[in-house]
């Protein structure tokens, strides 16, 4: 079935911008826009340099990262100094400091977890990037540092970080390039879902034998459940829950379903919004609904009925670059949507879903670039945009 589409009107109103390079200053007074539940306003909380992930506390603050290797606490209106013990990142291209998450006994462990690149220990003295045909000549010759996304866990006590654990990592680790993944979801057992991206090197991510182009499931000491679908298979890492995986930006359960969805990068076309199943093959780069950077064809979904295909596609991309469930009562219509933020179609992706089905979807944008969106704890939605003069918002019913 195909889902409608409604494109929300233009904005009602762009007020002048008056710019404040304070940590937590406001950046621009609220404007707002229609969305076809009605008005709607956004606020400016707080200007962010290359934020990456919001996550909030139980006590209703909120951590941010920044890919640059800072985490942030916002709280009673102002934006806290960097966070002391975060580990070093390698920051470069899409690498840094990526996902955040709280661990579901915060209030007894305080953990947080986060999701970075690593550089090799030791890096090559030879490193060098090999060109892609595949990628029309995007490909970034110059970065030749080795890395893996890493994921860590630590207490949170007052502004630092204490006893600082790596969890899980890539591997192996590659040469340059991006797609890293590192978001991440709790799920209702208690075990930790990772985003792991294929690092732009399209076979490894129908390899079992390496990470990535993976989801991955492990215990929140970075353990492995038992129960995983290749714990027993041979030549298989056990940490697999689903393969095949181009770049996976956004995760999560959708609540009362127990039911685990993503929201995937396709090359030029084919972004996915995926149903995530045990042991599940998508395919990746053997079909796409879209096609190489140089135009080269990939075979459809539909011509290898044994991968699973997206419940939904785009083509044009919208760049997914997150993704959220609406449980809130602030805006009532909206209970039970799955909202994609988007890069390249900067603006909120909201899709309204009947069971397994997507029946609807509407694009609520402003003209920016939409990096992560969570659920505040009013019900309210935070949003960060993208890129070096970025913002974190507030988005409440107008009137």
């Known amino acids: 079935m195909t889902p409608r589409i409604i494109l929300s009107a233009a904005l009602a109103a762009l007020l002048a911008s008056s710019a404040n390079s304070q940590a937590g200053g406001a950046t621009a007074a609220p404007r707002t826009v229609q969305t076809q539940s009605g008005p709607v306003r956004i606020e400016t909380l707080a200007a962010l340099e290359e934020p990456w992930a919001l996550a909030y506390l139980p006590d209703g603050r909120l951590l941010v990262t920044e890919k640059p290797g800072r985490l942030r606490i916002f709280g009673n209106g102002k934006l806290s100094d960097p966070v002391g013990g975060v580990p070093a990142v390698a920051y470069l291209g899409?690498?840094?400091?990526?996902?955040?998450?709280?661990?579901?006994?915060?209030?007894?462990?305080?953990?947080?977890?986060?999701?970075?690149?690593?550089?090799?220990?030791?890096?090559?003295?030879?490193?060098?990037?090999?060109?892609?045909?595949?990628?029309?000549?995007?490909?970034d010759m110059k970065d030749t540092a080795v890395k893996g996304l890493a994921v860590a866990r630590a207490r949170l006590d007052g502004n630092r970080l204490q006893d600082l654990q790596v969890i899980y990592r890539q591997e192996p680790k590659t040469i340059g390039r991006g797609h890293f993944g590192g978001r991440m979801a709790f799920a209702p057992d208690g075990t930790l879902f990772i985003t792991s991206s294929e690092r732009q090197r399209f076979d490894p991510a129908q390899d079992p034998s390496v990470n990535l182009g993976k989801t991955v499931r492990i215990n929140s000491d970075g353990s492995i459940p038992n129960d995983n679908p290749f714990v027993n298979v041979k030549g298989a890492r056990p940490e697999i829950w689903s393969l095949g995986?181009?770049?996976?930006?956004?995760?999560?359960?959708?609540?009362?379903?127990?039911?685990?969805?993503?929201?995937?990068?396709?090359?030029?076309?084919?972004?996915?919004?995926?149903?995530?199943?045990?042991?599940?093959?998508?395919?990746?780069?053997?079909?796409?609904?879209?096609?190489?950077?140089?135009?080269?064809?990939?075979?459809?979904?539909?011509?290898?009925?044994?991968?699973?295909?997206?419940v939904r596609s785009w083509t044009p991309t919208i760049s997914p670059s997150s993704l959220l469930f609406y449980t809130g009562s602030r805006f009532p219509a909206w209970q039970g949507n799955a909202f994609i933020g988007g890069l390249s179609g900067q603006a909120l992706i909201r899709l309204t879903l009947n069971g397994t089905q997507v029946t609807g979807e509407e694009r609520i944008g402003w003209g920016k670039r939409v990096?992560?969106?969570?659920?505040?704890?009013?019900?309210?939605?935070?949003?960060?945009t993208d890129g070096k003069d970025a913002e974190l918002l507030r988005l409440t019913p107008a009137g």
């Open 245 to 310: 995986h181009r770049n996976i930006l956004g995760i999560a359960f959708q609540p009362g379903t127990g039911r685990l969805w993503e929201a995937e990068m396709g090359p030029k076309g084919g972004d996915e919004f995926n149903l995530i199943e045990r042991g599940a093959n998508y395919g990746w780069p053997i079909v796409s609904e879209g096609s190489h950077y140089n135009d080269a064809a990939i075979p459809k979904h539909a011509t290898h009925p044994e991968f699973k295909p997206p």
């Open 371 to 384: 990096r992560d969106v969570v659920q505040a704890p009013d019900g309210s939605l935070t949003v960060i």
């Open 94 to 139: 899409q690498g840094g400091l990526l996902g955040v998450a709280v661990d579901p006994a915060f209030d007894r462990n305080h953990f947080v977890y986060l999701a970075y690149t690593e550089a090799a220990a030791v890096q090559p003295a030879d490193a060098h990037e090999t060109d892609e045909p595949r990628f029309g000549g995007f490909l």
